[in-house]
């Protein structure tokens, strides 16, 4: 896996998994839960977990095992015919090569996902096209977070006020249509 290193470049936390499946964190001399874990690593906070006992490196499992309770929350990100295939990569020739294309293909979504906030920051910056570019994240916000999620580190602007209840009537009008166009292609998917 890339390394990236925190904003002070140390060095990562050494965290103890002991027999009663307790994590201790060696940094804060504190117990710790897998949520704890889970939001230092969305925060770019490099650890690594050791078996208290053996001193096997063991983070590879913890983080799987963070996945599996992010799933079961139902925050699925996981698509079944994904989870399907990567099972079937198991013990296929292909196998070894798996790791690296996950890989790249996270990090390129990454930078993409960075160039995306960075234009519609960019965007919202002023010009005139900077309102249509406002009332578009605006209606891909609301057709996001109607399916439980938003673009993670974008903050939508606050909403514009319509001209009138007709202006307002129009644009529920259009968010309801996308909705309904995003509901068949789900539906064609499953």
């Known amino acids: ?15 103890k998994k002991y027999a009663n499946r307790r994590l201790y964190n060696t940094e804060t001399s504190s117990y710790i839960t897998l949520d704890l874990l889970s939001q230092m690593t969305r925060e770019g906070r490099e650890f690594v977990v050791v078996d ?14 963070i996945i599996m309770e992010e799933e079961q929350r139902g925050k699925n990100m996981l698509p079944v015919n994904f989870l399907r295939q990567l099972i079937a990569m198991y013990g296929d020739s292909m196998q070894s090569m798996v790791p690296q294309y996950l890989e790249a293909s996270m990090d390129a979504f990454r930078k993409n996902q960075q ?5 519609m920051k960019g965007a919202f910056g002023g010009g005139p096209l900077a309102e249509i570019a406002k009332r ?18 974008v903050t939508p602007p606050p909403p514009a006020a319509p001209a009138s209840e007709e202006a307002k009537d129009d644009e529920i009008a259009i968010l309801k249509a ?3 166009a995003l509901n068949a292609k789900i539906d064609k998917l499953s």
């Not at 208290?52 to 095992?65: C, M, S, Y």
């Not at 160039?115 to 234009?119: D, G, H, K, L, M």
């Not at 578009?136 to 580190?153: D, T, V, Y």
Request: aromatic share 6%; hydrophobic share 40%; no cysteine.
């Open 115 to 119: 160039q995306f906030q960075e234009a």
């Open 1 to 15: 896996m890339t390394k990236s290193k925190t904003v002070n470049e140390s060095e990562p936390v050494v965290i």
């Open 52 to 65: 208290a006992k053996t001193g096997e490196d063991i983070t590879h499992n913890v983080l799987t095992q």
């Open 178 to 180: 996308q909705l309904a």
């Open 136 to 153: 578009n994240l605006q209606m891909f916000e609301a057709a996001a977070s109607a399916f439980g999620g938003g673009i993670p580190g």
